[in-house]
């Protein structure tokens, strides 16, 4: 069994890897936010080449140099990618296992919606993190 597993809603599409994550953040930007359908994204990064997908798969371009993929047939958005970094965030609500999610920090803050109450002691970044 692969470290990190999940999918779809209707199981169409699967993903894992054995790998270790780079990070585990959660954005707050408006993309996200439109992209996900919630308040935030919580996900997990990888290598592009450390997680395998297979199943039917739609993408759409979120800004230049962001993909993100789902499912065609149930619309579960399972990852962001940017290919020229070769990173690929998986999305925790489509894991089997959420509960591996460790967040690390917040991101984007500045697009939080005003109901989201950050006490978790976590680092905050008003955009993106530093490098």
């Known amino acids: 069994m692969a470290k990190y597993e999940g999918g779809c809603l209707c199981r169409a599409v699967r993903y894992r890897t054995d790998a270790d994550p780079i990070n585990e953040r959660i954005c707050h930007c408006r ?3 439109k992209a996900i359908g919630a308040a935030f994204n919580a ?47 998986l999305t925790t609500g489509s894991l089997d296992d959420p509960s591996l999610f460790r967040p690390q920090m917040h991101i984007w803050t500045t697009s939080k919606q005003p109901w989201v109450m950050l006490d978790d002691g976590l680092p905050q970044y008003e955009g993106a993190p530093p490098a």
């Open 43 to 89: 996900r997990v990064l990888f290598r592009i080449d450390d997680v395998t997908v297979e199943g039917p798969l739609a993408t759409v371009n979120t800004s230049p140099d962001l993909k993100r993929g789902f499912c065609p047939n149930c619309g579960t958005t399972m990852f962001s990618r940017r290919d020229s970094a070769g990173i690929i965030g």
């Open 31 to 33: 993309l996200c936010q």
